[in-house]
């Protein structure tokens, strides 16, 4: 065992995760020696701290192309940028997370171990402040997607995924209000997840028989040279693409997609809707592109399939759904099918185009989360469409600002919605998926009626006895909300600067 | 056929065309932001705005008309807006003569309109809101018509389409206008789909979208190619203009405030589609197929407008299916090529007078008498409101082309242009334009002549119109001018300004002499009015009487409504439900009223899945297995 040698490591190049899983454990200890009345401060406090020194650590590392670790993490121009995204987007929905004034106690429940229904549920619902561990288990989750969409080997890939996913699964049974929702979604998510995983691990078993190594080089390699079965490849390839296209919510692998989203707390639904879909996607596009660039032919007719049944189902059933939160669930499926268009492009447009498109529709659906979180009644948000009717009249600043995300979503010019749409189908047209692009344009015509339609129910609707009012946000609620727009106009009018940053770094190291 | 388009850059004076969509939308943005607080001055803002804005292209058009023929444009870059590979989109501005004119019937008529509005909407609670669209329409028009490349008219387009959405659906009390509203949104995205798609086209074959590069390099392309760009860009057109097959939303659109119908579904939005054609004169010149396509699409919807029309007993639906009609005109006009281009925006001109002022008079009608829209409920009106009579005369005598009034100058040229095409096809498109014409003048005889004489047959609650005041007459005396005398000021002036745009072109010879069209065409116009005139002289009866194959058939739109249900809504309807079988919960069945017809057809289907975890897994191991079997297959070469 004597010529057994330590991998060298860059601490400086992994220092983003460090930090954030320092933090995280940190926050543990946190839960355990701080008093409960000053906990929340200190938490969030350093929850935030941690997101800002691991953004400021991805800065410094801007220019750092390597594979580090025995090549189990690449730091490249995608991880970066895809890192320094989900720092960014993930701050935003921490201020989601830790408003506490639109509600007593914030928008989670204080012991989830507690029966519902129960005489101690009953009082912990009226006054006890919400679960503190939240914050760590966020910043977990923000951790392994920054691991996840930095692996540069199948298992690293694996582990990150679990990672990631875990705290996420718990953090979904965490609602203060509708708890039994809140729970099934968890489990639902959970025992799906697991299943998806399954796949995934699976994938990798075949893939590490077909190309001996686990490394994305070792089967880019061996796709060059192949020296085993192809049903392995291929096996493989198909198997860990559906653990990927779980995560990232693509048809036919999306039907938790509706119920999580809508029993999960809100904040972590849009935790999810950004963060997640920046992970699974930042993922997606380096098997594609490292390991699996000599089948591209191979994939395109697949994954591309799979795009416009996601396309589809994504827009026909937000057609039809009378929940704000359910339309917001299928609307990201279908956005997901966006995305997948711009990946199937697989040329560096597509995938500055994606990314740029990730953090528009991060920042979008962030911001449109924030707002369901405010309009509410006595029992929590009123997620039921019917109840938005009219809501422009009574609170036309908030109704105004969801407007505009709508007609983001909807692809209106001179929103982000728009501009990001515009960059993943132009850059599918290079890569030669005309046929995409031609559903791309018909599906999102499509789509934008739902949009449209709550629009008109917002301003044009007479306000019923049953509409809720919008709560005053919070600082952290409105600082979020004021982001989001914000970004979604200014990448709708000026998207050059950040397209231009997405393209320098279109470049994955091998 | 090598074309080359240069675009002079903008100075001076006009390097602030940029203002000119600026203006209308600060307006909007302060009308829709500040709430109830404008409520007192909003709608006089709004007024504003678009008067302004209409000085202002005044003040352009004229330092416009002050350069040199051959640089006459102004081509303004504001910033690179997106740049995707080697695709790059400016967000630039081009006023150049075609432009011109549009911005000034836009801003010009737009002025009048939202003068009126002023009056007809006065006791309306969301008057200041119903501005603040108006103004984006406004804006957004303007962005279509003086964008310089193909994306910046997508981003109008759009914007257009979006006013237009939320105007008709105003009245969302009405579930009649929430229905229309999703009408015409609906088929309006089918056309801008084409027109997206076509964008894309452009930008695979030739790696750009602005003007001056696209038309420069049209003859490089292969003749089949440009044939499915152009066929994209008609079927865009034929959405936003109500043209066949997409016409039937346009009627339906009725439903919003009229002088929404009159700016948006009479005088500007619905002529954008003649816009895109006419401004892309470069791709449809480059293939008489095309030309012959948009000839037949523009021959067909002229002859149903009239003929659905002519069945009609709602004023405002008259009036739609005659914009249908006379909108058919123009795609003749701009489908004939060559010096028809020039007759086609002549005539959209002349019409955006004749028709705002008829639809205007309309609304001073319905004004008069609570909102009665029905013609056969109307009948002697002339006595009690003079001016909203003398002024619908003039519109109604325009349209028929009665000279010396507008229409015309603007309509016959355009016959005459059909009878000009160089095989037998003259006969069939010039007969076309001809026919319709005679059929033109005895439905709007009928409408003028049923409204405004004959014996009076008010309901109960209607027994006393009174005239509109003074703010909504008096616009609509000023687009009476604009009916009798703007047909003969654009016909000896559009064609030479429009020349730069278009291009020179050569006469041809008529199959017929052009005296003989001329007279054939007031005949036919005579006869078609008088025989309205003898026939409803009397009044008609209240209710619908058994008619003949034709009438019935008209009276149901030609069964195009039956055949669209058929076609497409009902397919439509049973893929969302096949595919809501697929979804698990939450589609409640509560199709809710209130909510401006929230929930569609498919909402219907109550649960068909409970959210069964195992259901999901299934539906998951389904897709696995397909995924795995797909790649496999690839791989054992039985697929691709």
């Known amino acids: 065992m004597g010529d057994l040698q330590l991998p060298s490591i860059d601490y400086g190049a992994l220092l983003p995760m460090l930090i954030l899983f320092g933090a995280a454990c940190v926050g543990i200890l946190v839960e355990v020696f701080t008093p409960r009345r000053s906990r929340n401060v200190v938490q969030v406090t350093l929850a935030f701290g941690a997101i800002a020194a691991a953004f400021v650590a991805v800065i410094v590392q801007h220019n750092t192309r390597k594979i580090t670790i025995g090549g189990a993490v690449a730091i490249d121009g995608p991880t970066v940028f895809l890192q320094g995204a989900l720092l960014v987007l993930g701050a935003v929905s921490l201020m989601l997370i830790a408003e506490r004034s639109i509600e007593r106690g914030g928008p989670f429940v204080s012991q989830a171990a507690i029966t519902v229904g129960s005489q101690k549920d009953l009082k912990q619902a009226g006054d006890q402040s919400g679960a503190t561990e939240v914050y760590p288990l966020t910043i977990f989750a923000l951790g392994g997607m920054l691991l996840f969409v930095a692996a540069n080997d199948l298992l690293t890939m694996f582990v990150a995924l679990e990672v990631f996913s875990l705290p996420l699964y718990l953090l979904c049974a965490l609602a203060r209000r509708r708890r039994l929702l809140s729970q099934e979604a968890a489990l639902k998510y959970f025992l799906l997840g697991s299943y998806a995983s399954a796949f995934f691990l699976f994938g990798v078993a075949l893939l590490y028989g077909f190309a001996g190594g686990i490394k994305l080089s070792d089967v880019h390699e061996a796709v060059a040279n192949p020296q085993r079965s192809q049903v392995l490849l291929y096996g493989g390839l198909a198997l860990i693409a559906i653990g990927l296209l779980f995560k990232a919510a693509l048809a036919p692998f999306h039907v938790w997609t509706p119920d999580v989203y809508q029993g999960a707390p809100t904040p972590i639904t849009a935790l999810m809707a950004a963060c997640t879909k920046v992970a699974a996607f930042g993922a997606l596009l380096r098997i594609l592109y490292v390991a699996f660039d000599g089948v591209r032919w191979d994939f395109q007719p697949v994954l591309g399939t799979i795009a416009v049944l996601t396309m589809l189902v994504g827009a026909v059933l937000a057609i039809t759904q009378t929940d704000m939160k359910r339309l917001l669930a299928y609307s990201s499926v279908a956005n997901a099918g966006y995305l997948l268009v711009g990946v199937l492009a697989l040329n560096e447009e597509g995938l500055s185009s994606t990314m740029f498109y990730l953090v528009a529709y991060g920042f979008s659906v962030l911001a449109a989360f924030g707002i369901v979180t405010l309009v509410r009644d006595a029992d929590g948000e009123a997620t039921h469409l019917a109840r938005w009717a009219g809501l422009g009249r009574k609170s036309p600043l908030f109704a105004a600002a969801f407007t505009f995300i709508l007609l983001a979503f909807a692809g209106i010019p001179l929103t982000s919605g728009f501009t990001s749409k515009f960059a993943v189908f132009g850059a599918a047209i290079e890569g030669g998926q005309t046929w995409l692009v031609v559903f791309g344009v018909i599906t999102s015509m499509l789509l934008a009626f739902p949009y449209l339609r709550v629009v008109v129910l917002l301003w044009l609707s007479e306000p019923g006895e049953s509409t809720p009012t919008v709560s005053i946000p919070g600082f952290m609620t409105s600082a979020a909300l004021v982001i989001g727009v914000a970004a979604t106009f200014a990448l709708g009018v000026v998207p050059a600067p950040l397209i231009d940053l997405t393209r320098d770094a279109a470049q994955f190291v091998r | ?640």
């Not at chain 2, 604009?482 to 008529?510: C, K, N, Q, R, Y």
């Not at chain 2, 008609?540 to 055949?563: H, M």
């Not at chain 2, 809501?580 to 569609?600: E, F, Q, S, T």
Request: proline residues 3%; glycine residues 12%; neutral net charge.
């Open chain 2, 1 to 640: 056929m090598e074309q080359t388009v240069e675009y002079a850059p903008a100075s001076g004076v006009l390097s602030g065309i940029w203002l000119l969509v600026a203006i209308p939308l600060v307006s909007a943005a302060i009308l829709l932001l500040l709430g109830k607080r404008a409520d007192k001055w909003g709608h006089w803002l709004g007024v504003l705005s678009v008067a302004a804005t209409f000085v202002l292209g005044l003040v352009f058009f004229i330092s416009l008309s002050g350069l040199e023929e051959g640089a006459r444009s102004a081509q303004q870059s504001l910033w690179d807006f997106i740049a995707v590979g080697n695709l790059h989109v400016d967000f630039g501005l081009l006023f150049d003569p075609l432009a011109g004119v549009f911005v000034l019937l836009i801003t010009g008529v737009g002025s009048l309109i939202h003068l009126y509005a002023v009056g007809y909407m006065e006791h309306d609670p969301g008057r200041r809101k119903f501005f603040g669209y108006f103004n984006l329409f406004v804006a957004a028009m303007l962005l279509l018509v003086l964008g310089n490349n193909y994306v910046m008219l997508y981003f109008g387009w759009e914007g257009v389409g979006l006013a237009s959405y939320l105007l008709i659906s105003f009245w969302t009390t009405r579930p009649s206008a929430a229905t229309a509203g999703k009408k015409a949104f609906l088929m309006n995205r089918v056309g801008d789909a084409g027109l997206a798609i076509g964008i894309f086209l452009m930008f695979a074959t030739l790696g750009t979208t602005q003007y001056d590069e696209v038309f420069g390099n049209v003859s490089a392309l292969s003749s089949t190619t440009v044939l499915i760009l152009g066929l994209l860009l008609l079927l865009g057109a034929a959405g936003k203009s109500g043209q066949f097959p997409l016409q039937a939303w346009l009627p339906d659109a009725m439903e919003g405030p009229t002088p929404v119908s009159a700016l948006i579904h009479a005088a500007t939005m619905v002529t954008a589609g003649v816009y895109l054609i006419a401004r892309s004169n470069a791709i449809f010149t480059a293939n008489t197929t095309l030309q012959t396509i948009v000839v037949c699409v523009g021959a067909l919807t002229l002859l149903m407008g009239c003929i659905i029309g002519a069945a009609k007993d709602d004023i405002k639906r008259v009036l739609a299916w005659s914009t249908v009609s006379q909108i058919g005109y123009m795609f003749l006009g701009v489908g004939l090529g060559g010096g028809a281009y020039a007759l086609a925006i002549i005539h959209l001109l002349a019409h955006g007078f004749f028709k705002a002022n008829m639809f205007l008079g309309a609304g001073s009608v319905m004004h008069g008498m609570h909102d009665q829209v029905d013609i056969r409920r109307f009948g002697g009106l002339r006595k009690y409101m003079k001016w909203t009579w003398l002024t619908f005369a003039a519109g109604w005598l325009a349209i028929i082309g009665i000279p010396p009034l507008s229409g015309y100058f603007s309509k016959e040229p355009i016959i005459a242009a059909a009878f000009e095409r160089g095989d037998w096809t003259a006969w069939l498109f010039g007969w076309a334009a001809l026919l319709g014409a005679g059929l033109t003048a005895f439905y709007m005889t009928r409408l003028f002549v049923l409204t405004f004489h004959g014996p009076e047959r008010y309901t109960e609650d209607n027994k006393h119109p009174h005239e509109s005041p003074y703010i909504m007459t008096v616009p609509l005396m000023l687009l009476a001018l604009g009916s009798i005398g703007a047909g003969w000021l654009l016909a000896t002036t559009i064609p030479d300004w429009l020349t730069p745009v278009f291009g020179e072109h050569e006469e041809h010879h008529a199959v017929m002499p052009h005296a003989v069209i001329n007279i054939l065409g007031i005949v036919l116009t005579v006869l078609g009015a008088g025989l309205a005139w003898a026939l409803f002289r009397k009044g008609t009866a209240l209710e619908p009487r058994p008619a003949g194959v034709v009438v019935t058939a008209a009276r149901k739109n030609l069964y195009t409504d039956s055949f669209n249900e058929a076609v497409f809504e009902r397919p439509g309807i049973y893929l969302t439900r096949a595919l809501v079988y697929l979804d698990n919960k939450g589609i409640d069945g509560l199709v809710n009223g209130i909510a401006a017809g929230v929930g569609g057809t498919s909402g219907r289907l109550r649960r068909l899945q409970t959210g069964f975890v195992r259901s999901y897994a299934l539906s998951m191991l389904t897709g696995a297995v397909l995924v795995v079997g797909a790649f496999l297959a690839i791989q054992l070469g039985w697929l691709a």
